[in-house]
């Protein structure tokens, strides 16, 4: 025990210490982790003992990692991917395999080890991703999305593939045998959701301490179920959390859940840095290099041509492509796996890793720097169209204009307010189902991202009066209002900012206005309590803001269903 304890002590200070130094050199916590094993294991300073009892508590940490990413997969978070990105999402997975099975054959590979290899090669990496968008503030861009809905794909995508390759090894009657414990699995799955999990929910539900409990057990009485089975650990948890993920409870059990997950994630990546067996063989090396360059250069490439296929431009394929040209750190469990069951070699595990971390450690600065390769690279892509994602409906000649970008909330209040005295307003928005509901209200609008060039060039900003940004990032509106002042040195300039410091550089690059809404909320908050004495007043407000929101949602029912009953109504005439 005392070893145990021992191994323990040594992993968390390892893994925090090179954990910090990642954090402040802004590489991403897996490769720290990794590196962190290799530090203490056989290969490094030799000071772990009992090497496996840490993989078993690692692979508890890969169970909580897919019991949470089941939480998530809600029906209303698989209805936001939309066909668009699920049907890009099953391309690239097909394509990137197919070509990472090719090039496996080419270095002799065998068959299994090639199959591998090319899942390896496909799935991208959703914590690297998620991170440097949000550090971005693009996760609600139109690449950013689309990369979401691809990654959340992938997801899916790999648990079936664990299910499948761990299970290759039996016969054609064990098979089937298989896969009808798999659907009990799933059965049961459904039918505690729908008849059992309800009635333990309204008895636990009033304790956090019992709900995350409960929780816990659902997800080790699947997991242990499917271990008996004869299948992975990861996936009954997998099957748990999917299980609750339509419950009102799954955000308090998930964010009650990720600290544990997190904990038992580090030792995993640790565990896996222990494990490297180093490259001695340098006929591995050239592979290592093709199958990197494979993902840095080439997936991107496939992925930014489906995208355009699917109707976006040119710099939404190009960043959604070259935001997920990384290894996934699925792809490391799903390699773990195989390893375990003996389809493929430990050395596979190894180049798994390098490339996981070369491409991590690249994918981060493509990420941060993905508008200035565009600017630089972007005219050499071949592929360019534009369907129904790139809509722009212009009635009439625009001269002395108002641009407006963003039109949700902020952007719809002040479309609504100009529209009364104006017709010369153009919106700028990347979400297609607003700019259907701007049409339907004979609104000039445009599809697209706010710094795509091609866009600010059919908005004739050169003629345009003011813009106005409710975009809330900031790398955004600085993009805007240089593209402005190149083009109208005259035009009104109106933007929102986060805080001081972002206002402050937008005034700088020339904005005319900018607008702090935490600042506003305070004033108008601060209002409010001075007011409180006086009830009439604080009735006549709320009464006000009751009026105005039933007015939005009303508005934003219009427009999400009025396209669609045009649409029938054309097509019935």
């Not at 802004?26 to 203490?40: F, R, S, V």
């Not at 997800?219 to 650990?233: D, E, R």
């Not at 209040?413 to 189902?433: A, C, G, H, W």
Request: charged letters at 15%; hydrophobic letters at 55%; a neutral charge.
């Amino acid at each position: 025990m005392d070893a145990i304890l021992l191994d323990l002590s040594i992993i968390i200070i390892i893994a925090a210490s090179i954990g910090i130094i990642a954090k402040y050199l802004k590489q991403p916590a897996i490769l720290a982790y990794i590196i962190g094993g290799i530090i203490i294991g056989p290969f490094g300073f030799k000071l772990i003992q009992n090497v496996e009892f840490v993989k078993t508590i690692g692979e508890l940490g890969i169970a909580l990692l897919l019991f949470v990413v089941g939480l998530e997969l809600s029906a209303d978070r698989l209805k936001k991917v939309g066909v668009s990105a699920g049907i890009i999402g099953l391309a690239e997975v097909g394509a990137v395999t197919l070509l990472g099975y090719l090039v496996a054959g080419f270095f002799g590979f065998n068959q299994m080890e090639s199959i591998y290899i090319g899942l390896i090669l496909a799935f991208s990496s959703t914590l690297v991703v998620i991170k440097m968008l949000s550090d971005k503030k693009e996760l609600d861009t139109l690449h950013g999305r689309i990369m979401l809905g691809v990654l959340l794909v992938q997801d899916v995508i790999v648990i079936i593939a664990m299910t499948l390759l761990l299970n290759t090894n039996v016969s054609a009657m064990d098979f089937v045998e298989l896969i009808l414990m798999g659907l009990s699995i799933l059965a049961a799955a459904a039918i505690g959701a729908k008849f059992i999990l309800p009635l333990f929910f309204s008895k636990v539900a009033e304790s956090q301490e019992l709900l995350f409990l409960f929780a816990l057990a659902w997800c080790f009485l699947f997991a242990g179920a499917a271990t008996y089975l004869g299948f992975s650990i990861v996936i009954g948890a997998f099957i748990a959390g999917v299980a609750l993920a339509n419950f009102p409870y799954n955000i308090e059990i998930i964010g009650r859940v990720k600290p544990i997950r997190d904990f038992f994630v580090t030792i995993f990546f640790v565990a896996i840095g222990i494990q490297i067996v180093p490259i001695l063989d340098k006929a591995l090396l050239i592979p290592i290099v093709v199958f990197t360059l494979t993902i840095i250069l080439l997936k991107p490439l496939i992925i930014a041509f489906i995208v355009s296929m699917q109707g976006y431009a040119r710099r939404t394929a190009f960043l959604s492509g070259f935001g997920l040209a990384q290894v996934s750190e699925f792809s490391i469990i799903l390699v773990m796996q195989g390893v375990l069951i003996g389809h493929i070699s430990e050395s596979l595990l190894s180049v798994t890793i390098i490339i996981t971390a070369v491409t991590m450690l690249l994918t981060t600065y493509l990420i941060k720097y993905s508008n200035k390769i565009y600017s630089v690279v972007g005219h050499l892509l071949f592929f360019n169209r534009h369907t129904d994602h790139e809509i722009t409906h212009i009635q009439h000649e625009l001269n002395r204009h108002i641009v407006i970008f963003g039109a949700d909330r902020t952007g719809r209040k002040i479309v609504d307010s100009l529209r009364e005295f104006t017709n010369q307003v153009v919106v700028v928005d990347y979400n297609p189902d607003i700019i259907h509901g701007l049409i339907s209200r004979k609104i000039n609008c445009i599809c697209g991202d706010a710094e795509d060039t091609e866009i600010l060039d059919r908005l004739e900003l050169s003629k345009a009066y003011a813009i106005i940004s409710t975009i809330p990032s900031h790398s955004v509106n600085r993009a805007i209002i240089r593209n402005l002042k190149r083009r109208n040195h005259h035009a009104i300039f109106l933007s929102v900012a986060e805080n001081s410091e972002e206002a402050l550089k937008l005034y700088d690059d020339g904005a005319d206005y900018v607008i702090l809404p935490a600042m506003l909320a305070g004033e108008k908050l601060t209002d409010i309590l001075q007011n409180f004495n006086n009830p009439k007043i604080i009735d006549v407000l709320r009464l006000k803001q009751i009026t105005d929101l039933e007015k939005t949602r009303s508005r934003e029912l219009l427009e999400k269903h009025v396209p669609h009953l045009l649409k029938f109504r054309d097509n019935v005439k």
